[in-house]
């Protein structure tokens, strides 16, 4: 069955700039090997607040699964689209100047209650797609599968690595 690029599941990846981007790419690389849609924009809660508002508003209706929201320093981003939507949203604290992201991952998971936002660790973009696949694999029995391959695979290089390490040891 061939499925139409328009049907497949869509994820959104905003950052509060174009600062963060490096560390968003090895997520956003996960989410293209497991054929999803992706979306990826710059919108900041503070700078363009319309902008990350009318994103948040309209992201059911554009037909979004997920919203991957990263951003750091005093970072509102993910709360923000929380707070305008239904959908689920992953926050990922970017690792700031002063404080390693440590302000970063605060402002994003201590959110009050009502409004949840899933917060991975500082720069962790792949963890943030791997969780955004999950749940999009609680309906996509491709994407489950894709994930339940991706842990074998896992496993089996840990198992390599272990091997290897054993024959260092000896
Ligand atoms: C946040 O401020 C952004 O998400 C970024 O992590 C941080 C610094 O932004 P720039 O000054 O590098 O544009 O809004």
Sequence with gaps: MVIEANQ???VAVV???????????KGINILNEFGVKVEVMVCSAHRTPELAAEFA???VS????VIIAAAGKSAHLAGVMASLTTLPVIGIPIKSSFMDGLDSLLS????????????VGINSSKN?????????GIS????????????KDMAANV???????????V
């Design 108 to 119: 994003i998971v201590q959110m009050p209650d009502g409004v949840p936002v899933a917060t």
């Design 62 to 65: 554009n037909r979004f699964s």
């Design 57 to 59: 508003r309209n992201a």
């Design 15 to 25: 950052m509060g700039s174009d600062s963060d981007f490096p560390a968003l790419e």
């Design 159 to 169: 198992k390599i690595m272990n091997e290897k390490l054993q024959e260092k040891l």
């Design 128 to 136: 943030a797609a791997l969780l955004a696949l999950q749940m999009i």
């Design 8 to 10: 497949l599941p869509k």
């Design 140 to 151: 996509n029995s491709d994407i489950s599968q894709k994930l339940t391959q991706y842990k």
